[in-house]
Antibody, heavy 114, light 111 residues
Framework: EVQLVESGGGLVQPGGSLTLSCAAS????????MNWVRQAPGKGLEWVSF?????YYADSVKGRFTISRDNAKNSLFLQMSSLRVEDTAVYYC??????????WGQGTLVTVSS | DVVMTQSPLSLPVTLGQPASISCRSS???????????LNWFHQRPGQSPRRLIY???NRDPGVPDRFSGSGSGTDFTLKISRVEAEDVGVYYC?????????FGQGTKVEI
């Protein structure tokens, strides 16, 4: 069974930093492309970042967020810096290419507030 | 970016009756390989999204056959042939043909 378990969310002040992690199991993590997708409270879904043969970022986070992965540990990461109030959201780890978004984790809440 | 527009945004449904959600894209979603990368997701209250339909009309494993996806070009539809109680929640369409991938605003289905 595919499992994606996010962690690392929490309350952070504007301008602060936070690193999210995603532990993957139940599938061949190293060959899967991976994404982060976020959902602001009561709002819709927004793609944030992708890692596969290359790395992509949404314009809204480019230069502030860094995606990475450790295939030996079946883990995906999102380093977030210069956080803004508008970055407040549940962040989902999503397995699959940009065309598909096959499997989703349960999400971790990031709250940016003073 | 490709804008995905869903309608209606709220859909009251009756158990056992059919339901339909529309999704329109601001550009054609036909990719250079001939495929249409239009997916549908369902998010139950308090849960993460789950994919129901991929590449326009293909049901994911375990998805009941009362769900079907159709459409072409810029107009797409998700149909539920007979609504069941577990179908409540928000449905999102999502395009993966053009970068960046984008989602519709969501359609809230309520009994």
């Amino acid at each position: 069974e595919v499992q994606l378990v996010e962690s690392g969310g929490g309350l952070v002040q504007p301008g602060g930093s936070l690193t999210l992690s995603c532990a993957a199991s139940g599938f061949a993590f190293s060959v899967f492309e991976m994404n982060w997708v976020r959902q602001a409270p009561g709002k819709g879904l927004e793609w944030v970042s992708f890692v596969g043969g290359t790395i992509y970022y949404a314009d809204s986070v480019k230069g502030r967020f860094t995606i990475s992965r450790d295939n030996a540990k079946n883990s995906l990461f999102l380093q977030m810096s210069s956080l803004r109030v508008e970055d407040t959201a549940v962040y989902y780890c999503v397995a699959g290419g940009l065309k598909f978004f096959d499997y989703w984790g349960q999400g971790t809440l990031v709250t940016v507030s003073s | 970016d490709v804008v995905m527009t869903q309608s209606p945004l709220s859909l009251p449904v009756t158990l056992g009756q059919p339901a339909s959600i529309s999704c329109r894209s601001s550009q054609s979603l036909v990719y250079s390989d001939g495929n249409t990368y239009l997916n549908w997701f369902h998010q139950r209250p308090g849960q993460s999204p789950r994919r129901l339909i991929y590449r326009l009309s293909n049901r994911d494993p375990g998805v009941p056959d009362r769900f079907s996806g159709s459409g072409s070009g810029t107009d797409f539809t998700l149909k539920i042939s007979r609504v069941e109680a577990e179908d409540v929640g928000v449905y999102y369409c999502m395009q993966g043909t053009h970068w960046p991938p984008t989602f519709g605003q969501g359609t809230k289905v309520e009994i």
